[in-house]
């Protein structure tokens, strides 16, 4: 099989009936070594990947600003968004397409070791259809960094039949051979034909070889939906509302007076700072009592329950949001998914300082061993970012998944939260109030749902409080409902326990 332009994609087929030489042995020692050595090749190279991921304590884009802006010259009022990046996916066909197919418009790019960003747009994608596409608003491109760094060079397509050519076994390729990225390992190759006209020394200098690639999907900022997907009132009412809800809910167990609840998610997906917005918004101001920030590792490093009050020297609420330490990729850092079921049985205490390298034990410094029902979990919390949800590792994907299976086995039940909603549309960016509009974010809420197989109805955006020194009444509306469903589904713990089977004097279940 070859490719429009005479590439070979096929592999090479050896007859069955071709029969052994007579040196059988000599050759069978030869392919035994060569197995050896490949194995040595291929132990070497997980161990590239792993010191790789151990330096990606998250998936960030390089793009700066300025060139972003750049960028935005050239395709319009859009928003981008991160599906890809070489240094953390890899570098080839399979992993390209793996996470962009199907995405719609994408932009590539492309960053060289002298400081080059050049790439390729195409309107149409990539779908892995194995075909040449029309695409006529597909363009090569270069940002430019001298003088004047506000002027990105972009070269349109001529002739559009054969913009892109969309094929599984290759990376981008614009123009049938005009410009390749990815087929090659880390070198872009180009070749003169009539649907591009270039110079390659213009597009990306005199070496061909790159040190990151990245692919975003390009979303319109106009792309709203004419009505909510959601059914949310925004006034100064419902806020009121929401929050006597809160202050008056009463677990559905008398022996509870608090519902536990537990907030899991990866470093720098928002834990801590919901829990702050929460406290937030019954403070009546903006705090910080739990320590939040971005870092490479979790800024959280103890189990933490946290009591929030009615205003200032208020009583406490009838709930309690427990704190964890981040999930992280590499081995021996992070919350260990070990934990998560002492967490929910209730034998961990406040307090407790994690150890990323070993599980909580029964021999802990202040393990309870005799739990109560009002120790437990009653619901859980998984804090994600949205920016992110697409991008998630493997790992961290199969954490989040081990995590549920205990949940699910502890019969609690548990949402999950998109933070950064603002970073992911700029529509929500300019009002919360269009949080429930955006297409990007019902976008995200499936794919949250798809990765981890949680119910769309499970899923509810959030914006924390992060920037801001005041209290915002969108905002507060928005994180009041996210608590409101919290409660609710603490009660579906509750009425999952038999009356009969709990010990009113002690709080805890009978067994």
């Not at 099989?1 to 070979?8: L, Q, V």
Request: net charge neutral.
């Amino acid at each position: 099989m070859t490719s429009p332009w005479g590439r070979s994609l096929g592999p090479l087929i050896v007859s069955s009936s071709d029969r052994a030489p007579p040196f059988t042995i000599l050759l069978a020692g030869l392919a035994s070594r060569s197995r050896n050595c490949k194995q040595e090749k291929f132990v070497k190279n997980r161990t590239r990947v792993a010191v790789r991921f151990e330096r990606m304590a998250e998936v960030k884009t390089r793009l700066a600003k300025h060139e972003e802006k750049q960028l935005c010259q050239l395709l319009g009022n859009v928003r981008l968004c991160l599906l890809f990046k070489g240094s953390v996916h890899g570098f080839t066909p399979l992993a390209f397409h793996s996470k962009c197919d199907a995405q719609g418009p994408t932009l590539v790019v492309v960053y060289t070791e002298p400081g080059l960003i050049f790439g390729g747009f195409s309107n149409e994608g990539f779908k892995s259809r194995e075909v040449l596409v029309k695409d006529e608003k597909a363009f090569l491109f270069r940002l430019n960094t001298g003088e004047k760094k506000d002027t990105p060079l972009k070269i349109p397509v001529k002739d559009s039949e054969a913009a892109i050519y969309d094929h599984s076994t290759l990376g981008p390729n614009f123009g049938n051979g005009s410009l390749t990225i990815l087929c090659s390992g880390m070198q872009v190759t180009s070749s003169a034909t009539a649907y591009y006209e270039f110079n390659a020394a213009d597009l990306y200098g005199e070496d061909p070889s790159f040190v990151e690639c990245e692919v975003f999907r390009v979303e319109s900022i106009g792309d709203a939906i004419d009505s909510q997907w959601r059914k949310i009132t925004w006034t100064a009412e419902e806020k009121k509302r929401l929050m006597d809800v809160a202050k008056n809910y009463k677990p559905a167990l008398n022996s509870v007076s608090q519902a536990r609840v537990l907030v899991v998610g990866p470093v720098g997906a928002g834990k801590s700072s919901f829990f702050n917005s929460v406290n937030s918004v019954f403070r009546g101001h903006v705090t910080s009592q739990a320590i939040a920030g971005s870092d490479a590792t979790s800024v959280t490093t103890k189990f933490r329950a946290y009591n929030i009050k009615d205003g200032k020297g208020g009583k406490s609420l009838p709930f309690v949001l427990c704190d964890s330490m981040g999930l992280e990729e590499k081995p021996g850092a992070g919350l260990k998914t070990e934990d998560v079921p002492k967490i929910l049985e209730g034998h961990v205490p406040d307090n407790y300082p994690f150890n990323p390298t070993a599980a909580i034990q029964s021999t802990s410094l202040g393990y309870i061993k005799s739990p109560s029902l009002k120790d437990k979990i009653h619901c859980v919390v998984f804090v994600l970012d949205a920016c992110k949800v697409g991008i998630l590792s493997e790992e961290l994907e199969k954490q989040l998944r081990t995590i549920r299976s205990e949940i699910i086995l502890h019969d609690v039940p548990h949402i999950v939260v998109l933070t950064k909603v603002d970073e992911l549309c700029p529509l929500v960016a300019e009002s919360v109030q269009n949080v429930y509009r955006s297409r990007a974010v019902e976008k995200q809420v499936n794919t949250a749902s798809a990765r981890l197989g949680i119910p769309v109805s499970c899923i509810l955006p959030v914006k924390n409080y992060s920037s801001e020194l005041e209290l915002e009444y969108n905002n507060d509306i928005l994180i009041l409902n996210v608590l409101q469903q919290i409660m609710r589904f603490a009660d579906n713990y509750f009425d999952n326990i038999p009356v009969e089977r709990v010990d009113s004097s002690s709080g805890s279940a009978i067994v």
